[in-house]
């Protein structure tokens, strides 16, 4: 069966086509608009700048994602759309048209949940995934563990307490003059500094669970950065990108380590724009090898913001009937209300 998703709760607008079926998992096309240049001006997404962009690219989007997979729309067996969670002006710009495509054309629609359509990118990668399994949810406004318990079911059994590990490799990566969004950029640079030279506090919240608290860690790089200018030295950008990526990493490795003793999973599903960190996923690979667990790592292109996951999420509502009609709406919340 041929599903398109269609993907627009951020500062991407994307459409894809994936085929699913039992034993079968292809991505036949998968576009990204990508809004980065626009909102860098601004060091940040502009939720109006995000919808009007959106408005702009999603029917052009779409048309395209068929015609690269050579198909029309009278092939498509199913719509999925992100209606929650996400920026509100943006979300409504990809439900609606899907709405209206879905309803034109007499084709089933399925609402879908974008934390659930990060974590789905591993079922097009690895076929033989099956619930229940946990998954580590890193983006730009997500850091959460959850037990799937089934590929529509999911219950978060540990996250932050505050603000997301995406948005804090990019807070502090904008301070050293890095264009938004830092995260990759920190990435690279922290291979070229020294991670023991600058002394963070770990975001893991201590104690006998899986959550995490960004918003001391971010202060406390800012304060130093902010000292070290004071006294006229530019501190070494690469020391600042190696330690603060060390304790980051230290941080959900110990939780991960938590998680992994605590439920026991078969598999370890990584998801999200920041699982493209080569130093979290270096971490966790050696951590899931040692508890001899499968370790799940989609591919870049399958990690940060995209349709084809939405899609592969949307097989699954499909597959469970949890169809959705003219009066589906957008939502800002985690819940859908
Ligand atoms: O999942 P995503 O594309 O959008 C959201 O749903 O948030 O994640 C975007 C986030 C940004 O904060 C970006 O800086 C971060 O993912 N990111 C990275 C890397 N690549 C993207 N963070 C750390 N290391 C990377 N290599
Ligand atoms: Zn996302």
């Known amino acids: 069966m041929y599903i ?29 608009a990508s809004q980065i240049e626009i909102h860098r001006l601004y060091g940040g997404v502009v939720p109006e700048i995000a919808s009007r962009a959106h408005i702009e690219a999603i029917s052009r989007i779409t048309y395209e994602a068929l015609d690269t997979a050579g198909l029309s729309i009278n092939d498509i067996g199913c719509i999925a759309v992100t209606s929650h969670p996400g920026l509100i002006g943006a979300l409504l710009v990809g439900v609606n048209f899907a709405k209206s495509l879905a309803y034109a054309q007499g084709i089933p629609l399925v609402a879908v949940n974008h934390i659930k359509a990060h974590i789905a990118a591993a079922y097009l990668e690895y076929p033989q995934l099956k619930a229940p399994f946990t998954a580590l ?17 999911l219950r978060e059994i540990g996250g932050t307490r505050d603000d997301a590990a995406g948005e804090a490799f990019d807070k502090i990566g904008r301070v050293i003059g890095m264009p938004y969004p830092g995260g990759a950029a920190m990435d690279r640079l922290a291979y070229e500094g020294d991670p023991k030279s600058i002394k963070l506090p770990s975001p893991a919240i201590i104690g006998d669970n899986a959550d995490f608290s960004f918003s001391g860690l971010k202060t406390a790089a800012l304060n130093f950065i902010n000292s070290e200018r004071q006294k006229g030295a530019e501190p070494s950008h690469a020391d600042i990108a190696a330690s603060y990526t060390k304790v980051i990493v230290d941080a959900i490795l110990k939780k991960t380590e938590y998680i992994i003793d605590r439920y026991r999973p078969a598999q370890l599903v990584l998801a999200g724009g920041v699982a493209a960190n080569s130093h979290i996923r270096g971490a966790l690979e050696g951590l899931c090898k040692r508890k001899r667990i499968e370790f799940c790592k989609p591919s870049m292109s399958l990690c940060s913001d995209n349709a084809a996951m939405v899609a592969a999420a949307g097989y699954f509502e499909y597959l469970a009937g949890n169809f959705a009609d003219t009066s589906l709406n957008a939502s800002a919340n985690d819940d859908g209300n």
């Open 137 to 153: 949810v890193v983006s730009g406004g997500h850091t959460a563990f959850y037990s799937v318990d089934t590929p529509t079911d």
């Open 4 to 32: 398109l998703g269609i993907e627009s709760s951020c500062d991407e607008t994307s459409a894809a086509v994936v085929q699913m079926e039992e034993g079968r998992r292809e991505v036949l096309s998968n576009i990204v």
